[in-house]
């Protein structure tokens, strides 16, 4: 079976992994970019699975298939391809701030049990336990925090090539540059299906489709009569220096709070983002530095030394959003017999990506039967 995979974030990267341990299939996969660019180059990669309060139905066992997988997957891609995978596996930690709802610490109590029925771990410290452990931390504000020991922070950008680079180690083949033009569709008595694809390198056939291009996914399903509408939210994110790095050396988990993320990064550096910036009537979304500027101090208020901090560079990236649908949307294009999507991840990308490739994985063995 011939398989085209358009699209090479980190969610067309897991899915060739994927797909390329499965015998019989021949996969190629196309993208105008390289490898990680568009809203994985952008993305902080924080994998908020167990401490996510989806605690049953898809949204749910996606976090944990995922979870679950980057577990073997890492160390799995390192072996195989010999890159490093740059990642945090000392948790995450949620401030909790002080607000109006009296009962979030027994909202986190429900959760932390729900957990332990799911054979999964979370904690919550008092302001003293998290002074204790996090002495960077402010807890002026706070009334306490919840560590998800399980939860990680992984580079998006070295993940993504290390999955082409294993994908490519069972067969996989790979053209990036090249823009996907056209997409064409005939009418079978059971149902419609996409004949080919017209490339800037030629005509391509194949026997399945998938699309993974992100906000590219739009214009594609057009082509096919069956737009599927993903708009761009962006994102802005900030790359910090300390002179050394703060708190205990020994516990170096991700910070979140306020829907900020504070990523430690090794010997003084942090990641602090990100931005949530939606489309107006403009035809681009322009990067607002007043919002990043209010990240920053958001974080700063989280942990006072970060306003010694040097800015090395900030960046930002746009975020494939579903319009009046949740996100993701991992599913065969409405009509079509040979065309599945994956996309539209919105700010889940880095997290649901092992998921998502298992789930079409097995759309595809399902189809095969």
Not at 168 to 186: A, P, T
Not at 275 to 292: G, K, Y
Request: hydrophobic share 40%.
């Amino acid at each position: 079976m011939n398989i085209a995979i358009i699209g090479c974030g980190v969610i067309g990267a897991a899915i060739a992994y994927e797909l390329s341990q499965v015998p019989g299939l021949n996969i190629t996969v196309f993208d105008r970019q390289p490898p990680a660019q568009a809203s994985t180059g952008a993305a902080l990669g924080v994998l908020m699975g167990i401490i996510s309060h989806k605690v049953k139905g898809k949204a749910w066992q996606l976090r944990q298939t995922s979870i679950q997988r980057y577990l073997t997957l890492i160390p799995e891609l390192e072996a195989i391809t010999g890159r490093l995978i740059p990642r945090n596996s000392q948790g995450i930690l949620l401030l909790l701030t002080k607000t109006p709802e009296a009962d979030e610490i027994s909202q986190w109590d429900k959760l932390v049990t729900i957990r332990q029925q799911q054979n999964w771990q979370l904690e919550i410290f008092d302001t003293d336990k998290l002074a204790h452990l996090c002495p960077q931390v402010a807890t002026d504000n706070l009334i306490g925090a919840v560590y998800s020991p399980q939860d990680m922070q992984i580079d998006p950008t070295a993940l993504t090539l290390a999955l082409v680079d294993g994908a490519k180690y069972h067969g996989v083949n790979f053209q990036f540059g090249v823009d996907v033009i056209g997409m064409k569709s005939h009418p079978q008595s059971q149902g419609i299906i996409c004949q080919e694809i017209e490339t800037s390198r030629g005509k391509i056939t194949a026997d399945k489709f998938i699309i993974t291009a992100g906000l590219g996914s739009t214009l594609l399903t057009a082509q096919l009569n069956q737009m599927v509408d993903i708009r761009p939210v962006l994102g802005q994110a900030l790359h910090l220096q300390l002179s050394e790095s703060m708190g205990n050396l020994d516990f170096q988990p991700v910070i979140t709070g306020d829907d900020v993320h504070i990523v430690p990064q090794g010997k003084g550096e942090y990641w602090v983002g990100a931005t949530v910036e939606f489309p107006t009537e403009a035809p681009e979304i322009s990067a607002n530095r007043e919002l990043l500027q209010q990240v920053r101090e958001r974080a700063i208020a989280f942990c006072p030394q970060l306003s010694t901090a040097t800015i090395l560079r900030t960046w930002s990236g746009l975020r494939p959003r579903p319009e009046g649908r949740p996100a993701p949307i991992i599913e065969p294009l409405s009509g079509y017999q040979n065309v599945l999507l994956a996309t539209g991840h919105y700010r889940n990308g880095v997290l649901l990506a092992p998921a998502t490739a298992y789930t079409i994985r097995e759309m595809i063995n399902f189809a095969a039967t």
